[in-house]
């Protein structure tokens, strides 16, 4: 009998015990429920926004998400970006700047390396115009200035001396006719005559030296063969002494001061490329002086050996220190056109994606993930994560975004997440809009 009250007062404090648990439970559960609750909403691309209840974003008008504060565990349920807030003093100490974001004008820079080659519609080549063998040579080295007319070498020919002396034959008939001749006669010697003359001007006889033919009456064994042009003496095919076929090369004559710039532009460029784009070239000795010029030709094959393609590029004028076989340094200028452009020195390449820092005011820097294009006249073109007007980091964006992954939250500090401005005072707080 005196078990029975024992075992009753054991079940009265079990159940006391478990009651006072469930009571426990709960008051976790609403407290918890009143954290969350107490957080707020917040956007996930503008996460200086705070407001008390569900909405709308002010600023880009997206859904507003509920703020976690639960801890660690919780942080998987919202991906809150990176940023940083830093204060006046703060600002200027690292040095931040800021850049607009708007449409501009840009040119993208084609940079390359080219060579100054002789401009092929002003090269003569001085060839035989008969078989014979070179008995002097007037221009016996590569590089020599020539005039035009001038002599490069003296020529002796069977063939021409046989040519000379049927043009001397010739005139020597068409005077010794008597005045009494038909015309018929007369006509036929003027013509030997005519025709005479014509082959030694074909062989490359000037008239001048025809001339000297008829007023002396003499045949020359040996010929002058005269430069076509003036310019500078690119090749030499013959010396002093060789025999020579009809149709043989002897000299290659260019001029210097019509000349092209030959660049190479790789594979991933030429695409960018087109015909009568802007070009500017310079010496490497002396990046101050720059030339102009255009593209007036592209190379319909690509070199194997270098992946690149050669481009033709016909400079306006060249001074005389610009020399055929000079390498030089190429930019070719790429009309983008008028985009949406963001500075080079903003977007920040992390390896795995690009990245600016938004300014959100009073000191609120936010990390914005962007697409961009190809770099020009030192911006990018946005494609996708900016609009017009917004505010980016110019100038110390790497010190924010290397303070942001150390410290990481928007309670970080440059120089520290307790450090206070001259005045003594903490950090203002984040721009807070309520709805």
Not at 40 to 64: A, Y
Not at 107 to 124: H, M, P, Q, S, Y
Request: hydrophobic share 40%.
């Amino acid at each position: 009998m005196k078990r029975i009250p024992k075992i009753i007062f054991i079940g009265v404090v079990l159940i006391a015990a478990l009651s006072i648990s469930v009571i426990s439970c709960k008051s976790d559960s609403v407290a918890e429920e009143g954290s969350d609750a107490d957080a707020g909403w917040t956007c996930g691309m503008h996460p200086q926004v705070r407001s008390d209840k569900p909405g709308d974003c002010p600023i880009c008008g997206m859904d507003l998400i509920p703020v976690k504060s639960g801890g660690a565990e919780h942080s998987h349920d919202v991906e809150a970006p990176r940023m940083i807030q830093l204060s006046a003093n703060q600002i200027n100490l690292a040095g931040v700047g800021t850049a607009t974001v708007e449409r501009r004008e840009i040119n993208r820079i084609i940079k390359t390396t080219g060579t100054v080659v002789f401009d092929e519609r002003a090269l003569a080549t001085v060839s035989a115009r008969f078989g014979g063998r070179i008995e002097r040579l007037y221009v016996n080295f590569q590089g020599a200035v020539v005039n035009a007319g001038s002599a490069l070498a003296e020529i002796y020919s069977p063939e021409l001396t046989a040519a000379q002396q049927e043009y001397l034959s010739a005139l020597t008939s068409l005077d010794a006719l008597p005045a009494q001749t038909s015309e018929q006669i007369v006509a036929n010697a003027r013509a030997l005559v005519n025709a005479s003359k014509e082959r030694l001007r074909l062989w490359g006889i000037t008239d001048a030296q025809i001339a000297e033919l008829e007023r002396t009456g003499s045949v020359r064994y040996t010929m002058a063969i005269v430069a076509p042009q003036s310019g500078t003496v690119t090749r030499q095919h013959v010396v002093q002494g060789e025999y020579v076929k009809t149709g043989q090369p002897l000299f290659e004559i260019g001029n210097p001061h019509r000349v092209w710039i030959q660049a190479a532009v790789y594979e991933q460029d030429i695409s960018s490329v087109k015909l009568g784009q802007h070009a500017v070239f310079s010496l490497p000795g002396d990046p101050s002086q720059r030339y102009e010029g255009k593209v007036t030709f592209i190379a319909p094959v690509l070199d194997e050996a270098t992946r690149s393609v050669k481009v033709r590029i016909q400079p306006k004028s060249i001074s005389s220190s610009i020399k055929p076989g000079m390498y030089v340094d190429v930019d070719i200028h790429q009309p983008v056109g008028e985009v949406l452009a963001v500075p080079r020195d903003a977007v920040i390449d992390t390896g795995e994606e690009l990245i600016v820092y938004v300014d959100a005011g009073d000191g609120m820097f936010i990390a914005r993930k962007v697409e961009v294009g190809p770099s020009a006249d030192g911006y990018y073109p946005v494609i996708s994560g900016l609009a017009k007007g917004e505010k980016v980091v110019a100038r110390g964006g790497f010190l924010i975004d290397s303070e942001t992954r150390i410290t990481g939250g928007s309670s970080a500090l440059y120089g520290g997440a307790s450090e206070v401005d001259a005045g003594g005072g903490e950090a203002p707080p984040a721009h807070i809009h309520q709805h």
